[in-house]
């Protein structure tokens, strides 16, 4: 069964820390693809990134970066020097193996990052 | 504006009621999914549409839920007999054909169900 599992609940971090959100996925597929979406106090989520089983090229927009590594089955997602803007609550998600788009998301991480 | 609109934002009811959500998707985007995110729970899949295509129903938790989607456009799923545990919120999404394979999708700022 696939599933994403967001250990952390809650971050609370000072603007300007870095901080990293960890993902971990679980899939028997050999063809997949993972995203981060942003749902920010509006509600409405954001897309943010989606990446492939077959390319664990790092990547970076920014200030954010993202740690694609299959041999842990992890989707890291880090932030640097952290805004107040960027407090929202942070999904990974995993798609499903068919071609409908339906996705399997986390619980979801919230990140607080204080003045 | 050109998002996914849903409404209501916010619906307060009593247990037993029935319920109605409405989404209406980015115009051209023909496929249409429904989430529901409970506290602490993450998001999860409750139906999908895609164009003509019979609905994928598999994620809808029991016969008291159900959705349509008249004319490729808008949809609304309604809950029957509302418990307290339905209380949530409702996120609609769509996003065009094009992009099925991409996991892009727009999402609404939901509808929050509360059951008294």
Redesign the interface.
Known sequence: AQK?T?AQ?EISVVEKEDVTLDCVYETRDTTY?L?WYKQPP??????LI?RNSFDEQNEISGRYSWNFQKSTSSFNFTITASQVVDSAVY?C?L?EPS??????????TTLQVKP | GAGVSQSPSNKVTEKGKDVELRCDPISGHTALYWYRQSLGQGLEFLIYFQGNSAPDKSGLPSDRFSAERTGGSVSTLTIQRTQQEDSAVYLCASTPSRKLNTGELFFGEGSRLTVL
């Open positions: 994403v967001q609940t693809y995203f509006s509600g409405e989520l954001v897309f989606r999904f998600a798609s071609n409908t788009g339906k996705l399997i998301f986390g619980q979801g």
